[in-house]
């Protein structure tokens, strides 16, 4: 059951403060001995995941643009058929 896999997972999280890096950093260590550090480079202008988010939205708001283009020019129509 569901309730007993929950039960047997003992894995609680605890953040520790290390030396400060030029790189900023997420650092935790869990209570079974299980350490995780990884980078946080989401705000740095030379991150591949930071280019895809703008190049991402950049398509999302070009493609906004046309809708509302788009919209405009079917209500023209509309109007002047009345």
Same mark, same amino acid.
């Given at each position: 059951?569901?309730?007993?896999?929950?039960?047997?997972?003992?894995?609680?999280?605890?953040? #520790? +403060?290390?030396?400060?890096?030029? #790189?900023?950093?997420?650092?935790?260590? +869990?209570?079974?001995?299980?350490?995780?550090?990884?980078?946080?480079?989401?705000?740095?202008?030379?991150?591949?995941?930071?280019?895809? +988010?703008?190049? #991402?939205?950049?398509?999302?708001?070009?493609?906004?643009?046309?809708?509302?283009?788009?919209?405009?020019?079917?209500?023209?129509?509309?109007?002047?058929? #009345?």
């Amino acid at each position: 059951s569901t309730e007993a896999h929950v039960q047997n997972v003992s894995a609680t999280p605890s953040l #520790e +403060c290390g030396p400060q890096s030029s #790189e900023p950093n997420c650092d935790c260590t +869990c209570s079974n001995g299980i350490q995780f550090n990884q980078p946080l480079s989401l705000g740095s202008p030379r991150s591949r995941i930071s280019d895809d +988010c703008q190049t #991402e939205r950049g398509e999302c708001l070009l493609r906004e643009q046309q809708l509302a283009n788009d919209f405009n020019r079917l209500k023209l129509s509309y109007t002047m058929k #009345e």
